[in-house]
């Protein structure tokens, strides 16, 4: 089979657009080109990658599964040019890194800059994901180095402690009043909570809490972001789960209090893992050795 980089990013562009001709665009290329370098893609693989339908193109079952295999291979290329790019600059390799946005704001970022500090010729690149999606990049061999939430972890990996934190209560002064003792997980289930959504380690710690109990966890505010959260907060809409070392960095407003929890269901304990890929082996060591020795 043969498949060029055009090709590649013709078929993420056309699974991102829904179109042939608005990825073309994209692209720089002419339409029927486009269109003629999916019929043959499809007349090698010997199956349809995307359907027709009235008001664009969706992805097959079977492209969905070549989809993937395409963000690996695109990811490999940039990957690529970015080393190429940084060996022509005379730097000593580059370390991709994925991490959960809050290991990231609370312990990743001054990591990088001890490492920056110590280490000025190696280039850091930083992919924030959540803990499932960086082991799944870990597996892909897309990132050197992953950190996640080890109660998150789903893959056989080998894996090295790295950080703790725990979730505290967020909640608005005016519609919520706390006890100053830590707050039972009860009376935190018998409360409307605002999490993040679908993947992130927040949600999957509320949802074996409220498991515990024979409950199911639903509520009306899922979120993507710390700062969507606290906005949902600040209006008395429900109580939010944040670690403080996230909530520092966010400057709580005097009309915010927070509240401990009681247990250890909150909990975190961060780990981290790292693959063989072609990332220049000293430079790899380099950066192990900061991020685990740095606490």
């Not at 993420?12 to 657009?17: G, K, Q, R, S």
């Not at 269109?35 to 027709?52: H, P």
């Not at 312990?107 to 990088?112: N, T, W, Y």
């Not at 920056?116 to 897309?142: C, F, M, T, W, Y």
Request: net charge neutral; with cysteine.
């Amino acid at each position: 089979m043969k498949i060029d980089s055009t090709t590649v990013q013709l078929v993420l562009a056309v699974a991102e657009e829904g179109s042939i001709s608005r990825a073309a665009d994209k692209l720089n290329l002419a339409v029927a080109a486009a269109s003629r370098r999916i019929s043959d893609l499809e007349a090698q693989c010997g199956t349809r990658i995307f359907q027709r339908v009235p008001h664009g193109i969706r992805i097959t079952e079977s492209g969905s599964k070549l989809l993937q295999h395409m963000r690996q291979i695109d990811s490999l290329i940039l990957r690529l040019k970015d080393d190429a790019d940084a060996i022509s600059r005379g730097q000593d390799g580059r370390i991709i890194i994925g991490a959960p946005k809050t290991a990231i704001i609370q312990f990743l970022a001054p990591d990088i800059a001890r490492v920056k500090r110590r280490h000025p010729g190696i280039a850091i690149q930083v992919v924030e994901e959540n803990s499932k999606v960086v082991q799944q990049l870990l597996r892909d061999k897309i990132i050197d180095i992953g950190i996640y939430e080890k109660t998150s972890g789903f893959m056989p990996l080998e894996a090295l402690d790295y950080r703790q934190d725990r979730l505290v209560l967020v909640y608005s002064r005016a519609h919520f009043h706390f006890h100053a003792e830590p707050v039972p997980l009860e009376e935190v289930l018998d409360i409307p909570l605002v999490t993040l959504g679908k993947g992130s380690a927040i949600l999957a710690a509320v949802q074996r809490a409220y498991r515990s109990r024979g409950r199911q966890f639903q509520s009306s505010f899922v979120v993507s972001g710390f700062d969507t959260m606290l906005a949902l907060v600040r209006e008395g809409l429900g109580v939010g789960l944040m670690p403080p070392g996230v909530l520092e960095d966010f400057r709580l407003d005097p009309s915010l209090a927070t509240s401990e929890i009681q247990g250890d269901w909150h909990e975190r304990h961060y780990m981290l893992s790292s693959v063989d890929t072609n990332a220049q082996p000293l430079a790899l060591r380099n950066v192990l050795n900061i991020l685990l020795h740095s606490r």
